[in-house]
């Protein structure tokens, strides 16, 4: 059974950080590319970040480049997302997803970020 589930979303002040977790039930995590996407009300579902199975990174939206990072920790089928700086227009709800060939693509449930004084 294929099962992604994100942790770590709450409510954060700008310029806070938060870490958000991905914990992947999968035994196949380690060969698997793993992508972090996020979704605010009413807009598009935006690609955030992708990092290859063996930690490398290969994307990062202009939206948050410079100001979150994607890692892996493939001994405990982990995958996370340092945000830091947070902006009020990074409020959303934050999905990780694992590509999948042929479709459909896995994705967990979601974990929401709120970002407030």
């Known amino acids: 059974q294929v099962q992604l589930m994100e942790t770590g979303g709450g409510l954060v002040q700008p310029g806070g950080s938060l870490r958000l977790s991905c914990a992947a039930s999968i035994s196949i995590f380690g060969s698997s590319s793993m992508r972090w996407y996020r979704q605010a009300p009413g807009k598009e579902r935006e690609l955030l970040a992708g990092?290859?199975?063996?930690?490398?990174?290969?994307y990062y939206a202009d939206s948050v480049r410079g100001r979150f990072t994607i890692s892996r920790d493939n001994s405990v089928n982990m995958l996370y997302l340092q945000m830091n700086n947070l902006k009020p227009e990074d409020t959303a709800v934050y999905f990780c997803?694992?590509?999948?060939?042929?479709?459909?693509?896995?994705w967990g449930k979601g974990t929401l970020v709120t970002v407030s004084s």
């Open positions: 997803q694992m590509p999948r060939f042929p479709s459909p693509d896995y």
């Open positions: 990092i290859t199975p063996n930690g490398q990174t290969n």
